[in-house]
């Protein structure tokens, strides 16, 4: 079954860091890309952090987050990860894990309609 689980949420006060991880139940690369999103209460979700699989793994950031966040992946673990840090109060939402099937690269997998394949999230709370 093709599944996507992320772990490591929780809360911090500003400032502070948190590790994403996202467990894939397929190898990594058999994606075009990975990406992570978010969706803070009342607000629309949004593409944070996209690598592309390939040589290059090339990397794609919302402006937002960019010297902030970092994505990579390992794929001797089948995981993809987030490094948020330097966090901020409008950083709390709920993170999803994102999956594309199709050959997409760069920026388009920052638009979840470009993703296939979800996780049902993990839960990021910054305190002021």
């Known amino acids: 079954q093709e599944q996507l689980v992320e772990s490591g949420g929780g809360s911090v006060q500003a400032g502070g860091s948190l590790r994403l991880s996202c467990a894939s139940s397929?190898?990594?690369?058999?994606?075009?890309?990975m990406a992570w999103f978010r969706q803070a209460p009342g607000k629309e979700r949004e593409g944070v952090a996209a690598?592309?699989?390939?040589?290059?793994?090339?990397?794609s950031y919302q402006d937002s987050v960019k010297g902030r966040f970092t994505i990579s992946k390992d794929i001797t673990k089948n995981t993809l990860y987030l490094q948020m840090d330097s966090l901020e109060p409008e950083d709390t939402a709920m993170y999803y894990c994102?999956?594309?099937?199709?050959?997409?690269?760069?920026?388009?997998?920052?638009?979840?309609?470009?993703?296939?394949?979800w996780g049902k999230g993990t839960l990021v709370t910054i305190s002021a």
């Open positions: 690598i592309d699989s390939g040589i290059d793994y090339s990397t």
């Open positions: 397929k190898f990594p690369d058999s994606y075009y890309c």
């Open positions: 994102a999956a594309a099937r199709g050959p997409r690269r760069g920026d388009w997998c920052l638009y979840d309609g470009s993703m296939d394949v």
